[in-house]
């Protein structure tokens, strides 16, 4: 990887905003993976930013979430992610060599799900419901009234933003953004330019942060919520408020791009149903740790960090048990990622699991919950 110089550092990760305050790896403001008190966290966060060696490098998870702590602007998440890539700090040994940006999204060849009117847009419907998803996802597309007419593009995956959990650098770094770039271009062309609605936030996260980086989208994306959204709105009086708590569960990829906060609001008001505030929600949504298996090293007991199996167990039980004390009794989430992940430890605190496309069909009769 070509080294940056010290302006391009300066352009890309805004280093000279940062006060060391420490407020971003503190457990008590940020961080809630590291167990950093506010001394420790000034330390570690001192050596980040000036280069030095940190056990930060090798005991972050990687969920991106610092990256919206910082106060002044600093793209903190964005340098640590660089480090950890440039210095090869936290991949497992082998997998470093293999062209992973290429790799996951190469799976499969996109192909055509549902033909629809010529005229109308196109749905991606990333692989990663096949992949990583849990059982029956793609069913969701199929025979529902949110989709009719629409052409539904079936094997593609556009998770780059995601390959900061194999300790890769996000767009930011050539070889994603030459990723992403491939992808525009096989979008555009296999879809005619038209509108893309993205079933996966992940994956209009990577365009967004893409044309953060300079590159052009040439054809409109739309955010799956906002038009769901926008379907739910124009089909008001065939809704049937569901009435029921709802824990919100947003995927790593929400720290990129425009906030999606007001859309999910809306989203759960047009279908009746109470967002419950609790604590792991909105800014600090907690990641449900999927990357432990390409990390290099099972977690640093003698540095008092958990092994990463513990650490993610640890994580995903938080986030239910906190949905559960707040009143929620159904868990939804944007990702079908973080929703195959987490299906177990819902079930297991009573909470139902549901894909929030799942709730809009719910609100409109057409299906029930999966469990
Ligand atoms: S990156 Fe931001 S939050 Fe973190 S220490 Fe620097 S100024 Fe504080
Ligand atoms: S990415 Fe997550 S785990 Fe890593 S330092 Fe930032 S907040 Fe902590
Ligand atoms: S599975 Fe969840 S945590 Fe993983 S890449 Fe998708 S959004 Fe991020």
């Known amino acids: 990887m070509e080294e940056l110089g010290k302006e391009e550092i300066e352009k890309l990760y805004k280093l000279s905003n940062c006060n060391m305050c420490g407020d971003c790896l503190d457990e008590a403001t940020g961080c809630q993976f590291l167990g950093y008190d506010h001394e420790r966290a000034v330390k570690e966060v001192t050596a980040l930013i000036e280069g030095r060696d940190t056990p930060v490098l090798e005991d972050c998870i990687t969920c991106q979430a610092c990256q919206t702590f910082c106060p002044n602007g600093v793209n903190i998440f964005n340098w640590i992610i660089h480090r950890m890539d440039t210095e090869k700090t936290w991949i497992a040994p082998g997998l470093d060599r293999l062209n992973l940006y290429g790799l996951l999204p190469g799976l499969e060849k996109p192909w055509v799900m549902q033909k629809g009117d010529p005229d109308k847009p196109w749905v991606s419907v990333c692989l990663v419901h096949a992949l990583l998803g849990p059982p029956g996802d793609i069913e969701m597309y199929k025979d529902s009234r949110i989709f009719k007419d ?193 299906v177990d430890d819902c079930l297991n605190v009573g909470l139902v699991p549901v894909n929030i496309i799942e709730l809009a069909q719910m609100a409109f009769g057409e299906r029930k919950a999966r469990w």
């Not at 992403?180 to 990577?206: L, P, Q, V």
């Open 150 to 342: 629409l052409n539904l593009l079936g094997g593609t995956m556009n998770c780059l933003v995601g390959m900061t959990h194999a300790g890769l650098e996000n767009a930011t770094g050539p070889a994603c953004l030459e990723a992403i770039k491939g992808n525009i271009d096989m979008y555009n062309t296999f879809c005619g330019g038209k509108e893309i609605i993205f079933s996966h936030d992940e994956c209009i996260a990577s365009l967004w942060q893409g044309e953060e980086q300079g590159l052009e989208v040439p054809f409109k994306h739309t955010h799956i919520v906002q038009y769901l959204n926008e379907y739910l709105k124009a089909n008001k009086k065939d809704i049937k408020p569901l009435g029921l708590k709802v824990a919100h569960d947003s995927n790593c990829s929400i720290r990129y791009g425009p906030s999606r906060e007001a859309w999910f609001d809306e989203f759960y008001e047009l279908i009746g149903c109470t967002r419950v505030e609790r604590r792991y929600d909105r800014e600090n949504q907690l990641c449900c740790m999927p990357n432990f298996l390409l990390h290099r090293s099972a977690g640093a007991p003698e540095r008092g960090v958990l092994p990463d199996v513990e650490r993610a167990a640890e994580a995903r039980k938080k986030n239910v048990d906190d949905a559960v004390a707040h009143g929620a009794t159904h868990m939804a989430f944007i990702c079908p990622g973080c929703m195959g992940n987490m």
